[in-house]
């Protein structure tokens, strides 16, 4: 049975790989990039482009399941094509928005797009929709480095970030075992941490206590447009937001912050149903990146 993973470079992505392997599958790694993949010599990786039916038409000759980043634009043709091809089975990695409490919101329409196009297609499917990642912490890696104060935006809003490991994990078991068809997992981190926490964690992690700068209102909404700034083109191209008015990207973080800073943010206990074991908390994901944060 081949498994193709798409976005094998992303942070999920290379994780699912990775699982696959070691539970000794045969996997096909896709990316729109391949030759910046550095993957063990029994993974067969192709070029591929969700927005493109045809590059994922020759990468899914011979494979049965398939793990799909979302790409609202392209997934319906992709998955005609994985018909086409014999596919039985996809997972995709979408997000905690898309049943979150602003169905509305636009990354819970980009994701849901996705959903539709997949529910559409005939084959089954497994949904894995995470709430925010620990790996967004990266960001601020940079001013880590430097020994600069971190700008956290909204410092002591509670998020219940997840490991990208377990959403990797959670994803691996519904591509390995039977069981999983038609689930929607919303899942989340091990415990619920404020912004301004996590940065705490990450220095205990390093050996080295981490300042910050507590950003928000109109300081954080210049930070985010800055952001966004390069995503904007694709979510207009995607019919995603109102070419005329793309306010609203920023808008609805600013009051996702807000909101969460009532916190504590809910831990959901989907991974331990999945996986058996605890979500992982954000110390762990620390002490698992220490190298990120350190020169
Ligand atoms: N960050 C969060 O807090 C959060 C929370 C919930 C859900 N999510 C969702 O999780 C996803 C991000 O996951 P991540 O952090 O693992 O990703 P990432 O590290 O940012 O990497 C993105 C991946 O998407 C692939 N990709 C993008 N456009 C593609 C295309 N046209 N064709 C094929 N592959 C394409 C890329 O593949 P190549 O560049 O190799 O082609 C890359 O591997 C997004 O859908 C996001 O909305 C994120």
């Excluded at 896709?30 to 590059?55: F, G, I, Q, W």
């Excluded at 980009?110 to 960001?139: D, K």
Aim: proline content about 4%.
């Amino acid at each position: 049975m081949t498994i193709l993973v798409t976005g094998a470079t992303g942070n999920v992505g290379r994780h699912v790989v990775d699982l696959l392997v070691r539970a000794g599958a045969d996997v096909r790694a896709t990316s729109r990039n391949p030759e910046s993949l550095d993957l063990p010599a029994e993974v067969d990786v192709r070029r591929a482009d969700l927005t493109d039916r045809k590059t994922f038409e020759h990468a899914l000759h011979g494979v049965e399941k398939v793990f799909l980043y979302t790409q609202p634009s392209g997934t319906a043709a992709v998955m005609e094509a994985a018909k086409d091809a014999g596919v039985k089975h996809a997972v995709l990695l979408s997000s905690a928005a898309v049943a979150g409490p602003d169905p509305d919101h636009w990354i819970a329409r980009w994701h849901r797009a996705a959903e539709n196009s997949i529910e559409q297609s005939g084959l089954s499917w497994t949904f894995v929709r995470p709430g925010p990642f620990a790996v967004n912490s990266l960001q601020w890696a940079e001013s880590v480095k430097r020994g600069e104060p971190v700008r956290l935006l909204y410092a002591h809003s509670y998020l219940s970030a997840i490991h990208e490991r377990d959403i990797a994990e959670v994803s691996a078991c519904a591509l390995l075992q039977d069981g999983h068809a038609g689930a929607r997992y919303r899942i989340t981190g091990g415990d619920s941490v404020t912004q301004a926490e996590q940065l705490a964690l990450i220095g205990q992690a390093i050996g080295r206590e981490l300042a910050f700068e507590d950003v928000t209102g109109d300081d954080a909404r210049a930070d985010l447009r800055a952001r966004f700034a390069p995503r904007i083109q694709e979510l207009v191209r995607d019919g995603v937001v109102d070419p005329t008015d793309t306010s609203e990207i920023v808008e609805t973080r600013i009051r996702y912050y807000e909101e969460a800073l009532e916190g504590p943010a809910e831990i959901d206990g989907t991974v331990e149903k999945v996986l058996g074991k605890p979500a992982r908390t954000f110390a762990e994901w620390a002490a698992d990146h220490k190298a990120d944060f350190t020169n």
